[in-house]
């Protein structure tokens, strides 16, 4: 009877509330509304339909380096019109100053391209990052450049598939960027390389509020001298000792800020997320991006594909909203998911498509 005033064309698929009314009007049982939750384990609906729920996931913020360049976060702006010989910005923002380079590349380019870039650029200037903060993209998923960085003892950090949103600082500074060059170069965009090295003394030595002061100041202690303008005051015999006590009273005072604008970061995003966990060897749908996974619906038109796959296992609890599931062999995506992109398994759970399609596009 539950088939056919649910599973059936008729039946539709509808929820709780429907399916109940519908049988309501012809019969009559003890418990109906209990036999009725069979709807909500029905494996169709969990692959089908959307979550009706507040985004999955409390905001876990990265933690806050304790020095300037020890984390660096890196990514990509492309699509740009060609500049020059340039058409791609790589930027790369120190977590603990805020502080930013910005690097003009050409595309089509590769891992060795993009590290030497780095070295001619950064390194010169603040050494080796003990972590880089990444998304996925495939320069920083190649063997090369995992190799480079293990080597040379830099962990690297990416995000997890189907969730660019877990380092927002640099979209910010990739929002901020694409802004000032809108604004100069509107009406001839074939020169915004030339802008770039204003650009990115314009946003070091902007004020941030997360720091209550500037990048820049935060990272050299003073804010820069602009073009006609004379500081009001100068001290031509600093004492060295002074010196270097204002410098570590500085970093204090960055970190209290920095961890006071994560609290409150995480305090607004939390009013609009909902809390959801799992444990080890839970069964859950994975949700797989169709503008990014090409070949999920296995057919030019994915509309009226499932938006879930599975059900998956869950085998290691990467952190609070990371989690690893056990994939079948050959699965060539990546196996740590971001909790909003699952959902759980409510048993009895009859797999309808267990096999994850094979990608075109790594995510």
Request: proline share 7%; hydrophobic share 35%.
């Amino acid at each position: 009877m539950l088939c056919a005033f649910h599973d059936s064309t008729m039946g539709g698929h509808s929820g709780v509330p429907v399916t109940y009314r519908r049988l309501r009007r012809l019969f009559a049982c003890p418990k109906m509304k209990e036999h009725i939750k069979y709807v909500q384990s029905c494996s169709v609906c969990q692959q089908a339909k959307p979550e009706r729920v507040r985004y999955p996931g409390l905001l876990e913020p990265l933690p806050v380096p304790d020095g300037a360049w020890k984390v660096v976060t890196m990514d990509f702006i492309d699509g740009l019109p060609s500049s020059g010989k340039f058409n791609c910005i790589l930027v790369v923002v120190n977590k603990f100053t805020r502080y930013g380079h910005f690097l003009a590349l050409s595309h089509p380019f590769t891992a060795a391209k993009v590290a030497h870039s780095y070295l001619e650029n950064i390194y010169k200037l603040h050494g080796l990052p003990e972590a880089i903060v990444s998304d996925r993209d495939p320069v920083f998923t190649s063997s090369f450049w995992r190799e480079l960085f293990k080597t040379i003892g830099t962990e690297l950090n990416m995000s997890t598939p189907y969730h660019p949103q877990t380092d927002g600082q640099i979209e910010r500074v990739n929002q901020c960027l694409e802004i000032y060059l809108r604004c100069f170069t509107h009406a001839n965009p074939n020169k915004w390389h030339r802008y770039l090295a204003l650009a990115e003394f314009w946003y070091n030595s902007s004020f941030h509020s997360a720091l209550n002061t500037s990048p820049f100041a935060a990272l050299y202690g003073h804010e820069p001298r602009h073009w006609g303008i004379e500081a009001a005051s100068t001290c031509k015999l600093p004492q060295l000792k002074e010196w270097l006590e204002e410098r570590k009273h500085m970093q204090q005072v960055l970190a209290e800020h920095l961890h006071q604008a994560r609290n409150i970061m995480k305090s607004q995003a939390d009013k609009k997320r909902s809390d959801r966990s799992f444990v080890v060897g839970d069964s859950v749908f994975v949700k797989l991006q169709p503008y990014v996974q090409k070949t999920v619906a296995r057919r030019s038109n994915h509309k009226l594909s499932f938006r879930y796959f599975g059900p998956y296992k869950i085998i290691r609890i990467v952190n609070p909203v990371a989690y690893e599931l056990e994939l079948p062999a050959g699965a060539k995506v990546h196996p740590v998911f971001h909790v909003s992109q699952l959902r759980r398994a409510l048993s009895p759970a009859t797999p309808v498509e267990t096999t994850l399609p094979t990608p075109t596009e790594d995510p």
